[in-house]
């Protein structure tokens, strides 16, 4: 089911590099899904790709607690996309492993239309894109 849509309001959050605010991100897109207008199993498919695109930033792209990560929502061209961003650590820093891992940005793009991944002497940049009427 689509639920109507009206103007999506372009939004951001940025959090500190720590697992337990995973759950304050995914929330945030959640909400942002269901402003867009997503049914509710793409909604679903939007929080699990944010929770391993964070999970990934911070993982991977933070060298403390202090580092921060950004995520950016905004309509583009009848699809809803998704910016999520660090500051390209090694990873190495405070967060120990819970799990063998590795399989979270292929998660990403089973679940998602789009996925693209750039890296710079910035950090990294992973988007991933909704499609409103994906099939």
């Known amino acids: 089911m689509l639920?109507?849509?009206s103007v999506f309001e372009e939004r951001d959050l940025s959090i500190p590099a720590d697992l337990a605010r995973i759950g304050e991100a995914r929330d945030w897109a959640a909400r942002?899904?269901?402003d867009f207008g997503l049914a509710?199993?793409?909604r679903f498919e939007v929080r699990l790709a944010m929770s391993e695109a964070v999970t990934?930033?911070?993982l991977h792209g933070s060298g403390s607690m202090r580092d921060a990560v950004a995520m950016e929502a905004r309509e583009e061209q009848d699809a809803l996309v998704f910016e999520v961003r660090?500051?390209?650590a090694d990873g190495t820093g405070h967060v120990p492993r819970l799990h063998e891992g590795g399989r979270g940005?292929?998660?990403v793009s089973l679940v998602m239309d789009e996925?693209?991944?750039d890296r710079d002497e910035q950090g990294s940049v992973l988007?991933?894109?909704k499609n409103r009427h994906a099939s």
């Open 3 to 5: 639920l109507s849509a």
């Open 115 to 117: 996925v693209a991944l």
């Open 86 to 88: 660090d500051c390209g």
């Open 105 to 107: 940005l292929e998660l």
């Open 40 to 42: 509710e199993d793409a």
């Open 56 to 58: 990934n930033a911070i």
């Open 127 to 129: 988007r991933f894109v």
């Open 32 to 34: 942002a899904a269901e």
